[in-house]
């Protein structure tokens, strides 16, 4: 069974950045596809950036120029780099591979203050 674990979040004022970090139990190389899933207060998940095998990403409009994405298939790990945060980034934030196949991990939260 695929374990993830996500990291990185935390307290963090309104233009500020945080770097998320995803630790995967398997080769994430399996996954053609990986993501990381916002989660605001009171709202349902949903995907905000994708990355491939090949490298190629892309993000929902909301965080596009100040998110990115990457990942280090020799690590097991999937990144998401957040910069230039505003209060509407605040919420959990999980990765899963896209479509999610894998057991969603307890995810890391993030408050942006304004």
């Known amino acids: 069974q695929v374990q993830l674990v996500e990291s990185g979040g935390g307290l963090v004022q309104a233009g500020g950045s945080l770097r998320l970090s995803c630790a995967a139990s398997?080769?994430?190389?399996?996954?053609?596809?990986m993501a990381w899933y916002h989660q605001a207060p009171g709202k349902r998940r949903e995907l905000v950036a994708h990355?491939?095998?090949?490298?190629?990403?892309n993000y929902v409009d909301s965080i596009k120029g100040r998110f990115a994405i990457s990942r280090d298939n020799a690590k097991n790990t999937v990144y998401l780099h957040m910069n230039n945060l505003k209060a509407e980034d605040t919420g959990v934030y999980y990765c899963n591979s896209a479509p999610s196949i894998a057991s969603w991990g307890p995810g890391t939260q993030v408050i942006v203050s304004s």
């Open positions: 990355i491939t095998n090949g490298g190629f990403t």
């Open positions: 398997v080769n994430i190389f399996r996954f053609q596809v």
